[in-house]
T-cell receptor, first 113, second 112 residues
Framework: ETGVTQTPRHLVMGMTNKKSLKCEQH?????MYWYKQSAKKPLELMFV???????ENNSVPSRFSPECPNSSHLFLHLHTLQPEDSALYLC????????????FGSGTRLTVV | GIQVEQSPPDLILQEGANSTLRCNFS?????LQWFHQNPWGQLINLFY???GTKQNGRLSATTVATERYSLLYISSSQTTDSGVYFC??????????????FGKGTKLSVKP
């Protein structure tokens, strides 16, 4: 375990479903991130939260909705997804830019049918 | 934005061999990390190395920030080293939190 826990590990959902991905970190970090990893593409940053405030949204479709209720928890709410949204969704955390680097969770493998 | 180029894209080694993976980046960065992604998708942080040289067991890394490249050395490779190795760099964003820009990775297969 890296200190960043993601649930569920696997998720299959229909295009009309609503589901949520959860990320929890126990490292005392003050920033959390959602990344998307699709086949044959580099990891793409989706959302950045610093001190519980969203600081970047890389033009992610509105069918993805993040929530950061506190510095230890991050959610990604999903609704009316498309099959092309099937991917590995990775959560990460960091302690600012103090030089400690980023720590990633194990990811949620999402399949949209 | 910053471009991150990794080479080679694929690498096949015989167990016990040594290898060098390269990461070139197009602009100044505050942070550079090497990750290993195992077959189950877990990204493991290998090195935080914006400059200089670090070693951890059979792995070592060197970043020459002025020339915008980093190298990851794997010595006496083992089958458990198989997976994808990513280089990622961080840029400043509005003076607050940065974010990591990833290369496409080097897929390493170590054969017994």
């Amino acid at each position: 375990e890296t200190g960043v826990t993601q649930t569920p590990r696997h998720l299959v959902m229909g295009m009309t479903n609503k589901k949520s991905l959860k990320c929890e970190q126990h490292l005392g970090h003050n920033a959390m991130y959602w990344y998307k990893q699709s086949a044959k593409k580099p990891l793409e940053l989706m959302f950045v939260y610093s001190l519980e405030e969203r600081v970047e949204n890389n033009s992610v479709p509105s069918r993805f909705s993040p929530e950061c209720p506190n510095s230890s928890h991050l959610f990604l709410h999903l609704h009316t997804l498309q099959p092309e949204d099937s991917a590995l969704y990775l959560c990460a955390s960091s302690q600012g830019t103090d030089g400690y680097g980023y720590t990633f969770g194990s990811g949620t493998r999402l399949t949209v049918v | 934005g910053i471009q991150v180029e990794q080479s080679p894209p694929d690498l096949i080694l015989q167990e016990g061999a040594n290898s060098t993976l390269r990461c070139n980046f197009s602009d100044s960065v505050n942070n550079l990390q090497w990750f290993h992604q195992n077959p189950w998708g877990q990204l493991i942080n290998l090195f935080y190395i914006p400059s200089g040289t670090k070693q951890n067991g059979r792995l070592s890394a060197t970043t020459v920030a002025t020339e915008r490249y980093s190298l990851l050395y794997i010595s006496s490779s083992q089958t458990t080293d198989s997976g994808v190795y990513f280089c990622a760099v961080e840029r400043n964003y509005g003076g607050s939190q940065g974010n990591l820009i990833f290369g496409k990775g080097t897929k390493l297969s170590v054969k017994p």
